[in-house]
């Protein structure tokens, strides 16, 4: 067991005081997805334990999760690019702060990440059905809860859709291209208001457009 002290990261407001808990499950049935992430927990299978470099990169995406997944989570779970693409986003830039890399190392690192996202993004899109390409697919439905109080995940039951990662990359493109027209003082500006605001809430993608 490893235990890491959480503190305020990159303009974000820090996490409780509560310490980061990282565990090895030698015998994980998941051990595909590498990690599972809950408040103040966070599980490793030994698939991750191949070398610092992997399992770094997706432990700073578990990490960014106590943010954008728990702080603050999907009211509709088709939309789980509000929690998928923030993280994807977000752990770039907390791996190159963990490896203290300086501003062009870092920007250089980020800029081959985004090209091989770029190329993998692609090739799901190449090889994927369309209508699960869509980051709203159940479009002006979105987090529309019925009189019992039941919602649908549209292709919920599609077993292809957990092995799609395209609410990660397009959620982390729109976000990228989001920092770089804003700059990042005012990019990170807007992250805090926006935890800030809907702290322990679940939120729709019309709420994360209109805080900008």
């Excluded at 062009?104 to 699960?132: I, K, T, Y």
Aim: aromatic fraction near 12%; charge should be negative.
């Amino acid at each position: 067991m490893l235990k890491v002290e959480t503190q305020e990261l990159f303009y974000l407001p820090p996490l409780p005081s509560a310490p980061l808990f990282l565990f090895h499950l030698c015998n994980f049935n998941h051990g595909i997805w590498g990690f599972k992430t809950s408040p103040h927990i966070i599980f490793l299978s030994q698939s991750t334990l191949t070398g610092w470099s992997l399992c770094g990169t997706r432990l700073c995406h578990e990490i960014a999760h106590s943010w954008f997944g728990l702080a603050i989570g999907a009211r509709d779970w088709t939309e789980e690019w509000l929690s998928e693409g923030f993280a994807t986003h977000l752990e770039d830039i907390i791996w190159a702060e963990a490896q203290q890399l300086s501003p062009h190392e870092a920007q250089e690192q980020q800029e081959l990440r985004a090209c091989l996202r770029w190329h993998r993004l692609q090739d799901e899109l190449q090889n994927s059905p369309e209508e699960m390409q869509v980051l709203r697919p159940s479009k002006e439905k979105t987090g529309h809860v019925s009189d019992s109080g039941a919602s649908v995940v549209r292709h919920g039951l599609n077993p292809d859709k957990m092995f799609m990662q395209v609410h990660y990359l397009k959620g982390y493109f729109l976000l990228r291209f989001l920092a770089r027209r804003l700059g990042d003082e005012a990019y990170f500006s807007f992250l805090r208001k926006f935890v800030y605001t809907f702290h322990g809430q679940l939120i729709l993608s019309q709420v994360t457009c209109g805080s900008l």
